[in-house]
């Protein structure tokens, strides 16, 4: 089965810039978008970034203009490029494939982003 694994969280200061990263063991890219999600305490996860099989890239209104997601199928992994990180940007963040704008794999362990006001 297709396992998902998260890293490239941390603890940075607001204005701040982190990398993540989200390995596949299986191939997941080849007929399905995948996306970004993030869950703070006491809220919903929420997606913040897709990408399709195709390569187009759509954003939650939050982190447009700050995020960018891409993918290297060789290496069967999406990035999420952070930039001007803000303390609501404060999660764990998980990847996941998406059929219809919904995630379709058991949740990887995610990565937890921290950011310091």
């Known amino acids: 089965q297709v396992q998902l694994v998260e890293s490239g969280g941390g603890l940075v200061q607001t204005g701040g810039s982190l990398r993540l990263s989200c390995a596949a063991s299986?191939?997941?890219?080849?007929?399905?978008?995948m996306a970004w999600y993030r869950q703070a305490p006491g809220k919903q996860r929420e997606s913040v970034a897709r990408?399709?099989?195709?390569?187009?890239?759509n954003y939650a209104d939050s982190v447009k203009g700050r995020f960018t997601i891409s993918r290297d199928m060789a290496k069967n992994t999406v990035y999420l490029q952070m930039n001007s990180l803000k303390p609501e940007d404060t999660a764990v963040y998980y990847c996941?494939?998406?059929?219809?704008?919904?995630?379709?794999?058991?949740w990887g362990p995610g990565t937890q982003v921290t950011v310091s006001s």
């Open positions: 990408i399709t099989s195709g390569g187009s890239t």
């Open positions: 299986g191939s997941i890219y080849s007929g399905n978008a």
């Open positions: 996941n494939a998406d059929l219809w704008g919904r995630p379709i794999l058991s």
